[in-house]
T-cell receptor
Framework: GAVVSQHPSWVICKSGTSVKIECRSL??????MFWYRQFPKQSLMLMAT?????????EQGVEKDKFLINHASLTLSTLTVTSAHPEDSSFYIC????????????FGPGTRLTVT | KQEVTQIPAALSVPEGENLVLNCSFT??????LQWFRQDPGKGLTSLLL?????REQTSGRLNASLDKSSGRSTLYIAASQPGDSATYLC???????????FGKGTRLSVIA
């Protein structure tokens, strides 16, 4: 149980285009989902906290107009990287906290984004 | 603001050795602490989760301890194997529906 999926697992896009990454909790409902970014040989850095039905809370330095987050249901959150640039190339990982166990978090397998 | 530090940043050991990875956190008011493993280019694999009321957790050759009052945790790996080579991340959560705060990890190489 407690499985989180991400789609796609990897994506290559051209500079200037937008890319949408999906994060789904497959067997539980998640009030809160988190989006992290990881650059090579670095640790995970929190980008934003996403709560179902409300606007996401972004960490300092993360552009909310560039990284659009939508959490329309208790099992799905999406991250859209708009007008992607090569410096946005990174590994994006989501996690989800179950409604019934808010102190636990389950991580998706990550999405590798490469912007050319 | 919670900060998590992991020492050492990198470690190389010969196969068979027992080893200890260290994690410290600045705010002892945590709810739980978790150790993860990450292979290159891959996602996170949860290894052990220790609730704040617990002192240690064990899984196979892995043992994690928690000293909440001093803000420290250790991950002990017994009889290391080349397959243990990975980056090990320590993370804490302070309360419900809040993000994990991660350390920068320890890159472990076990040499056959």
């Amino acid at each position: 149980g407690a499985v989180v999926s991400q789609h796609p697992s990897w994506v290559i896009c051209k500079s200037g285009t937008s890319v949408k990454i999906e994060c789904r909790s497959l067997d539980f409902q998640a009030t809160t989902m988190f989006w992290y970014r990881q650059f090579p040989k670095q640790s995970l850095m929190l980008m934003a906290t996403s709560n179902e039905g409300s606007k996401a809370t972004y960490e300092q330095g993360v552009e909310k107009d560039k990284f659009l987050i939508n959490h329309a249901s208790l099992t799905l959150s999406t991250l859209t990287v708009t007008s992607a640039h090569p410096e946005d190339s990174s590994f994006y990982i989501c996690s989800a906290s179950p409604v019934l166990s808010p102190y636990e978090q389950y991580f998706g397998p990550g999405t590798r984004l490469t912007v050319t | 603001k919670q900060e998590v530090t992991q020492i050492p940043a990198a470690l190389s050991v010969p196969e068979g050795e027992n080893l200890v990875l260290n994690c410290s956190f600045t705010d002892s008011a945590i709810y739980n602490l978790q150790w993860f493993r990450q292979d290159p280019g891959k996602g996170l694999t949860s290894l052990l989760l220790i609730q704040s009321s617990q002192r240690e957790q064990t899984s196979g050759r892995l043992n994690a301890s928690l000293d909440k009052s001093s803000g420290r945790s250790t991950l002990y790996i017994a009889a290391s194997q080349p397959g243990d080579s990975a980056t090990y991340l320590c993370a804490v959560v302070d309360s419900g529906n809040t993000p994990l705060v991660f350390g920068k990890g320890t890159r472990l190489s076990v040499i056959a």
